[in-house]
């Protein structure tokens, strides 16, 4: 059983940055990949960014050039390190881990609580 939990939420003005860290109960090297997801209040969940067991980082459009998913392997953490932030970034956001092929598609099987990050002035 894997646990995950997020940290590093919080209010930030249009335009800063904020890194939201997931902590990961076991070694994260033992994932095959993890991601971060985010839900905005009344939409569906989107992926923003996954990483796979050897390091290969994907972005989907909504996180390209603005934020980087990166994984301290000691200290069993990933990050999601975000710059130039939104109104419409504001969601809670959420770590997942262990990915499995279905129906075409990947599905996580692990996921954390989520952080609420609100971007406002």
């Known amino acids: 059983q894997v646990q995950l939990e997020e940290s590093g939420g919080g209010l930030v003005e249009p335009g800063g940055s904020l890194q939201l860290s997931c902590t990961v109960s076991?070694?994260?090297?033992?994932?095959?990949?993890m991601a971060w997801y985010r839900q905005a209040p009344g939409k569906r969940r989107e992926m923003l960014a996954s990483?796979?067991?050897?390091?290969?980082?994907m972005y989907e459009d909504s996180a390209k050039g603005r934020f980087t998913i990166s994984r301290d392997n000691a200290k069993n953490k990933l990050y999601l390190h975000m710059n130039s932030l939104k109104p419409e970034d504001t969601a809670v956001y959420y770590c997942?881990?262990?990915?499995?092929?279905?129906?075409?598609?990947?599905?996580?099987?692990?996921w954390g609580q989520g952080t609420q990050v609100t971007v406002s002035s």
């Open positions: 997942a881990a262990d990915r499995t092929w279905v129906g075409g598609r990947y599905e996580y099987n692990y």
């Open positions: 990483m796979t067991g050897g390091g290969n980082r």
């Open positions: 076991g070694n994260i090297l033992r994932l095959n990949a």
